[in-house]
C-alpha cells in the first residue's frame, strides 16, 4: 500500500464515530489521506478531520449531546409496551429500530420523529458556516435523492447543509434540501459508502465494521422485513468491497452496538488498535 489513499468510511450509528481512531493511526505510520468518502455519523468525523481540527473537541461535544437528548434520541428505546425480545432487537439493529419505533409507532403523520432543531446548534458549534472549500483535505459525502432514489455525492456547498444530508436518516430526520434536490442518508442502503469510489481514487482504503450476528429467528413480520434488509445490505457491501484496493475490518467493534454512545471513546481505542494492527501488513513494515 502507498503512503497515499482515498479513504472510504463506515459505521453506523455512533460507530461511526470510531473512525477518529482510524485516523489517528493513519496518522502514527504517516500515511497520507488525499480524499475522504462518508456518510451518516463518520461524516462528521470525516469534516472535522479535513478542518484540521481536534477530534477531542468533536468526541466531547457528542457525547455531552448525546447525553443531554437522551430521553428524546434514546428515550423511544425504553420501548414501553415492548417485549424484551423486541427490545433486544432494536438496541441490535438500527434497520428494525427504525421500522418498529419510527414508522410504525409514530410517523404515520409526520415526516421524521426528530427535527432538526436538536441537532442545528451542535453543528453549528463543530463547524459554523465553513463551506467544502474551507477543507484542507477533499471530502465527498454520500447521500440518496429522496424522489428518484439515485445516489448523490455531495463536494461543494455548506458543510452543515451537506452533514445533515448525509445523516438524515429516513424516518429519523426529515430529509434536507440541497441544491434543488430532498437528499437523505444512503448509509440505509449501504453503511460502506463504496459506490462513491471513481477510478481516479485509487488507492482505496475502506475501513469496514463488521456486522454483528443476525438474530437466528425473525418472527414478526417486521423482524423479517428488517432481516431482509440487513442481508440486503451486507451482500452489496460484500460486492462492491471486491474491487477495493486495501481494507481493514474493525473486527474489535463487531458487538458494539449502533447506539451505545456511553461507549465511544473505548470504540475509537479499539478502532485504533484494530487498524495499527492491520496497517502492518498493508505497509509492509
Not at 450476528?213 to 440486503?232: D, K, N
Request: aromatic share 8%; glycine share 6%; proline share 4%.
Amino acid at each position: 500500500m502507498g503512503n497515499e489513499v482515498t479513504l472510504v468510511l463506515g459505521g453506523i450509528g455512533v460507530k461511526g464515530i470510531a473512525n477518529i481512531g482510524v485516523f489517528e493511526a493513519l496518522s502514527n505510520h504517516d500515511v497520507k489521506v488525499k480524499k475522504i468518502i462518508a456518510a451518516g455519523t463518520s461524516a462528521m468525523v470525516a469534516v472535522q478531520y479535513a478542518l484540521r481540527k481536534r477530534p477531542e473537541e468533536l468526541i466531547g461535544l457528542l457525547v455531552n449531546f448525546f447525553e443531554n437528548n437522551h430521553r428524546f434520541l434514546w428515550g423511544l428505546e425504553q420501548m414501553s409496551g415492548l417485549f424484551q425480545t423486541r427490545k433486544r432487537r432494536i438496541v441490535d439493529s438500527i434497520d428494525y429500530f427504525l421500522r418498529e419505533r419510527l414508522y410504525c409507532r409514530a410517523n404515520f403523520s409526520r415526516m421524521s420523529v426528530l427535527s432538526w432543531d436538536m441537532v442545528d446548534p451542535l453543528l453549528f458549534e463543530l463547524f459554523g458556516n465553513k463551506t467544502f472549500a474551507d477543507l484542507e483535505i477533499p471530502v465527498a459525502l454520500s447521500t440518496i435523492d429522496v424522489n428518484n432514489k439515485n445516489l448523490v455525492l455531495i463536494e461543494s456547498g455548506k458543510l452543515i447543509d451537506a452533514i445533515k444530508a448525509s445523516i438524515a436518516y429516513s424516518g429519523l430526520f426529515p430529509p434536507v434540501h440541497f441544491d434543488d434536490r430532498e437528499l437523505e442518508s444512503s448509509t440505509p442502503y449501504c453503511e460502506l459508502p463504496l459506490h462513491a469510489v471513481g477510478k481516479e481514487d485509487t488507492p482505496v482504503l475502506a475501513i469496514d465494521f463488521p456486522s454483528a450476528h443476525l438474530h437466528p429467528y425473525p418472527r414478526t413480520l417486521l423482524e423479517i422485513i428488517s432481516r431482509v434488509s440487513e442481508i440486503r445490505n451486507q451482500a452489496i457491501k460484500t460486492r462492491l468491497l471486491i474491487d477495493i484496493d486495501y481494507v481493514i475490518k474493525l473486527e474489535n467493534l463487531r458487538l458494539y452496538r449502533w447506539g451505545n454512545y456511553r461507549r465511544i471513546p473505548g470504540m475509537i481505542r479499539r478502532a485504533k488498535e484494530d487498524t495499527l494492527r492491520q496497517l502492518v501488513t498493508l505497509l509492509d513494515l
